[in-house]
Nanobody
Framework: EVQLVESGGGLVQPGGSLRLSCAAS????????MSWVRQAPGKGPEWLSA????????GYVDSVKGRFTISRDHAKNMLYLQMNSLKPEDTAVYYC??????????????WGKGTLVTVSS
């Protein structure tokens, strides 16, 4: 059974940093592309970043480029999102997601339950 469990969310002041983690199990982690997606209150899901299975192809949405960094620890089956220079508009529930293939041009097929990030003074 595929499981994705996010952690690391919380309350942070504007300009602060957080690192989100996603523990993956139930599939061969190194064989699939992975992604971070968020959903702000009252808004639809927003794709943030993805990494292909071998971490050789990584993408970011413009709104987080230069502030967020996606990474993977293949030995631990962990996906991370380092978030710096956080803004109030980054407030959202953050989800990690698995793709159906090694490439993030494909579709996502599993999501975690999410972790809440609140950016506020």
């Amino acid at each position: 059974e595929v499981q994705l469990v996010e952690s690391g969310g919380g309350l942070v002041q504007p300009g602060g940093s957080l690192r989100l983690s996603c523990a993956a199990s139930g599939f061969t982690f190194s064989s699939y592309a992975m992604s971070w997606v968020r959903q702000a209150p009252g808004k639809g899901p927003e794709w943030l970043s993805a990494s292909n299975s071998g971490d050789s192809n990584i993408g970011y949405v413009d709104s987080v480029k230069g502030r967020f960094t996606i990474s993977r620890d293949h030995a631990k089956n962990m996906l991370y999102l380092q978030m710096n220079s956080l803004k109030p508009e980054d407030t959202a529930v953050y989800y990690c997601a698995k793709y159906r293939s090694p490439w993030w041009s494909d579709a996502m097929d599993y999501w975690g339950k999410g972790t809440l990030v609140t950016v506020s003074s």
